[in-house]
């Protein structure tokens, strides 16, 4: 299958510092992506959906000034998350998905990034 | 609206018993249905996938999920449990929103496999 990389796989952070997480489809185009986020011993939770070239359409309830995506290759995408605080700590999973929004097409996960914030 | 519900968020089973992860979904619609295997600290893994063929799918490592339309069930069995089965699995449906094709998961089925 598709390979999907994240990086950082882990982050520890101060609080109020900002923090870049990237996504990267490495053999297919991803005209789709992702984000997830995932508590422990929970459910993963959609935060946004990107397409490439255009602004991503976030879940309700998610604050699009604290999580910044952008999604400006064919082959990567990144979320920012913006002055964190401690409760922004959480495992953070992309996914990413070629072909049109309007087919079904599987989405194929990254390995995650561990975000810890003092 | 779509939606899963995973019954049983623990399971627990012998090495070589059979395992049964229930999985019910709600779909206004012919659902594409999913399960994914998680281990710890890891991102999700793709064990098979219903899209409207075949009403028994087989995927991967022994797993296999029966579609029931009359039930709304989409359970996950393997025939005799491994050590290394031993991870979360979540069953997930495919759901339109706004447009957009996006996986809806379920609250996830810790199991754990002990010899």
């Known amino acids: 299958g598709a390979v999907v990389s994240q990086h950082p796989s882990r982050v520890i952070c101060k609080s109020g510092t900002s923090v870049k997480i990237e996504c990267r489809s490495l053999d297919f185009q991803a005209t789709t992506m992702f984000w997830y986020r995932q508590f422990p011993k929970q459910s993963l939770m959609l935060m946004a959906t990107?397409?490439?070239?255009?602004?991503?359409?976030?879940e309700q309830g998610v604050e699009k000034d604290k999580f910044l995506i952008n999604h400006a290759s064919l082959t990567l995408s990144t979320l920012t998350v913006t002055s964190a605080h401690p409760e922004d700590s959480s495992f953070y999973i992309c996914s990413a998905r070629s072909g049109l929004g309007t087919s079904y097409n599987e989405q194929f996960f990254g390995p995650g990034t561990r975000l810890t914030v003092l | 609206a779509q939606s899963v519900t995973q019954l049983g968020s623990h399971v627990s089973v012998s090495e070589g018993a059979l395992v049964l992860l229930r999985c019910n979904y709600s779909?206004?619609?012919?659902?594409?249905l999913f399960w994914y295997v998680q281990y710890p600290n890891q991102g999700l893994q793709l064990l098979l996938k219903y899209t409207s063929a075949a009403t028994l799918v087989k995927g991967i490592n022994g797993f296999e999920a029966e579609f029931k339309k009359s039930e709304t069930s989409f359970h996950l069995t393997k025939p005799s449990a491994h050590m290394s089965d031993a991870a979360e699995y979540f069953c997930a449906v495919s759901a339109w929103s706004g447009g957009y094709n996006k996986l809806i998961f379920g609250a996830g089925t810790r199991l754990a496999v002990h010899p």
């Open positions: 779909s206004s619609v012919p659902p594409y």
């Open positions: 990107s397409n490439e070239g255009s602004k991503a359409t976030y």
